[in-house]
Nanobody, 123 residues
Framework: QVQLVESGGGLVQAGGSLRLSCAPSGSIFSINDMAWYRQAPGLQRELVASITSGGTTYTADSVKGRFTIFRDNAKNTVYLQMNSLKPDDTAVYYC?????????????????WGRGTQVTVSS
């Protein structure tokens, strides 16, 4: 199964910005929906934002107006631009995607997750 690899996490002060990126580690045909989730200590994993292959986006109310999801289909990469970060945004951020591994069997898809990248926002 193809693994997703996230990057861009780190430590930032409240009010600062970070940009996360995520791409598959190996060769694939294409990707359908892509999404970012996050999980804070002691809490359930929650959906932060998603984007379809056509560019339709969803953003959770908790981050609306501060976070933007976008993708580069040529690079099979999804990004999460995070502005005006708050301490409550501290979490491990996970990338998720529905991947089409092979174009000859385009109806076969697999759901892949990344291992996560830590985002810590200090007050």
């Amino acid at each position: 199964q193809v693994q997703l690899v996230e990057s861009g996490g780190g430590l930032v002060q409240a009010g600062g910005s970070l940009r996360l990126s995520c791409a598959p580690s190996g060769s694939i045909f294409s990707i359908n929906d892509m999404a970012w989730y996050r999980q804070a200590p002691g809490l359930q994993r929650e959906l932060v934002a998603s984007i379809t292959s056509g560019g339709t986006t969803y953003t959770a109310d908790s981050v609306k107006g501060r976070f933007t999801i976008f993708r580069d289909n040529a690079k099979n990469t999804v990004y999460l631009q995070m502005n005006s970060l708050k301490p409550d945004d501290t979490a491990v951020y996970y990338c998720n995607a529905e991947i089409i591994p092979n174009g000859r069997t385009w109806w076969v898809t697999e759901i892949s997750w990344g291992r996560g990248t830590q985002v810590t926002v200090s007050s």
